[in-house]
């Protein structure tokens, strides 16, 4: 597997929480050579690489498929669209993007609306918040009323691009780098006698409570866990102590709701291995899909596993495909110890 | 000869912030160099005559600007991550998040900042002015930085052009191009009198292009040909909208820059009425451009401004309106016969 290019790739697809159909559909191609596929009820793609022996460990690997975005909510006199936001949208940037409307039939550009200088007031001092801004789309109401409808998805437009280094930026490598990394551990593992279950769980829903990865588990029914996302990867403006540094491998989570035993190992297995790794440490719950599986049914030893990242939640997230590579290189390692052939 | 929205989309592709013009000046060059008398003066203008059917009572100056606002490279950190400054006026809540390229080889790079989860909320609501945010190339050192960097070197948004709605185009640098667009299509006609013609360099950071233009052109009459602010979008008030999309060209009684000849901007209304096409006035004092400098070059020219309604200008999607164009190139045609003889 070509990582940049496969992160380059599904970067640019569109699957917006609730909506990840298209990203289900490339994902799918990806996932199909390693296993049955299906999709959850929740719109979730659950790929069963190893059924497993009756009775023997199930290990569930988790990554999300959907994206942040906004969604339609009103249409206004003069045909300017209103919206809110799907996820952690950051207000900061929205002013003067371009973005795509996702509407019935046909996806349509707009420009996220700024106040020329001449006019700017107090209020145009502070940032929006996403429900205050309008959408030009560059129709009148009646024409606006026809082609979009309420409920329609909205993205913001980022260029998928290769910066010095490798460094992949786009939009939505939250959390497409894990599922990346999630299909090339699928990849290494090819062949291998797994004397576990494996099953990889490219989850929706997310940015918007984590409905899709909650639900998945709780059919699944693993008995160990890990799942990948992406961390805070270190800018001069941000705290050292809550970040990771980009190319230097995952970030091993620690915390409470996270199952001690599961960070011991993976942390014992990158030593031995060589794998570059850097610790996550967490004071209760880690904001990801490992809180949600961690409790499904009766209980999942749970690990998590995060990909540093600069600038999360933008159109110009950006990771180094090595630390994807070293991410899969865990997980494979993971897989073969708690198969009993590692 | 390519349609009048073709060659936008081409002189807009090209980056010219101001001082840094060569891109957009080779491409007219290219574009008139067969169909008048043209050169380059000491600043970088391109200044061309145009013979027409007959000579005129007065000399008649035509000019649009080629440069743009962008960004200029001023340090390079330790971390390889380059500080700027703005050039021109950038509104500091549209320049999060965005991507940008670099120099003449165009490289590529991103602002960013920490994760919205690590923001304070006071962080989140107050645009963080340009000193604050950096260039991130994915250069992990200052020496590397510099391989491919150095200060001065020009920066612009990485944006898209295309339509918007029916009737509208979206795109970055409008906020000259479209006047230079107009021009260049100006020159292309068989015009009934001679016409000088100027694209100058330098607007956006003091019209000092325009001042040597001006110099050397020595106008009785000047024109500038512009883009001009167009506030007809949500939430603003009637008197506050300046002037709108598709309704005509926008002819100016006075901004913050210039008083212009009221017998010019009479006449300018008074031609669009009897050629039959939409023209409107600036309603309101804002904003200025290079008339001032035209204005004042030598002993004086009678000036007036005609510009394309925008909105957004200055941000990475300024929006035109399409009959626009052609409402403005046929007042400019006419105004050169209705000027001439004065």
Known sequence: ?342 | MRTLVKNIEALCALPGVSGWEHPVREEILRQIGGSCDCSVDPLGNVIAFKKGRKTPKNKILYSAHMDEVGFVITFVEDSGLLRFAPVGGIDSRVVLGKAVEIGDKRLYGVIGSKAVHLQEEKERSEPQGPDKLYIDIGAESREQALEHVSPGDRAVFRAGFGRLGQDKLFGRALDDRAGCALLIELIGRDLAYDCHFSFTVLEETGCTGAATAGYGVNPDIAVAVETTTASDIAGVDPDKVVCALNSGPVVSFMDKGAVYDHGLYTLALETARRANIPCQPKQGVFGGNESRALQAARGGARTLAVSLPCRYLHSPACVIGEPDLAHTATLLEALLEAMAEL
């Open chain 1, 1 to 342: 597997m070509d990582i940049t290019k496969t992160l380059l790739e599904f970067s640019a697809v569109n699957g917006v929480s609730g909506r990840e159909s298209a990203a289900v559909d490339y994902a799918a191609a990806l996932l199909r050579p390693h296993g049955d596929t299906r999709v959850t009820t929740l719109g979730s793609l659950v790929c069963t690489a190893r059924p497993g022996p009756p009775g023997a460990p199930h290990l569930l690997l988790d990554a999300h498929l959907d994206e942040i975005g906004m969604i339609v909510t009103f249409i206004e006199e003069k045909g300017f669209l209103r919206v809110a936001p799907c996820g952690g949208i950051d207000r900061r940037l929205l002013l003067a993007s371009t973005v795509t409307v996702h509407a019935a039939g046909r996806d349509m550009p707009g420009v996220i609306c700024s106040v020329p200088p001449h006019l700017a007031g107090d209020a145009d001092k502070k940032n929006k918040k996403v429900e205050e801004i309008h959408i030009d789309i560059g129709l009148d109401a009646e024409k606006a009323k026809e082609a979009v409808k309420p409920g329609d998805l909205v993205t913001i437009n980022a260029h998928s691009r290769v910066l010095l280094n490798g460094l992949v930026s786009g939009k939505a490598l939250d959390d497409r780098a894990g599922c990346v990394a999630l299909c090339r551990a699928l990849e290494l593992l090819e062949g291998a006698e797994l004397g576990c279950g494996l099953t990889v769980l490219l989850s929706s829903m997310e940015e918007t409570g984590g409905g899709g990865a909650k639900t998945a588990a709780y059919e699944i029914a693993p008995t160990h866990a890990i799942a990948v996302d992406v961390g805070f990867g270190h800018t001069p403006d941000a705290p050292k102590e809550k970040c990771g540094e980009l190319r230097k491998g995952p970030m091993i989570g620690f915390a409470p709701i996270l199952s001690r035993a599961v960070s011991q190992e993976l942390r014992a297995l990158a030593t031995a291995r060589s794998i570059p790794w850097q610790p996550d440490v967490m004071g209760g719950s880690t904001g990801t899909n490992s809180d949600h599986i961690a409790v499904a049914r009766g209980g999942v030893a749970t690990g998590l596993l995060s990909i540093p990242q600069k600038y999360m939640h933008t159109p110009i997230e950006t990771v180094a495909p090595e630390d994807v590579e070293n991410t899969a290189q865990l997980l494979c390692a993971y897989a073969k110890k708690l198969g009993g052939i590692g």
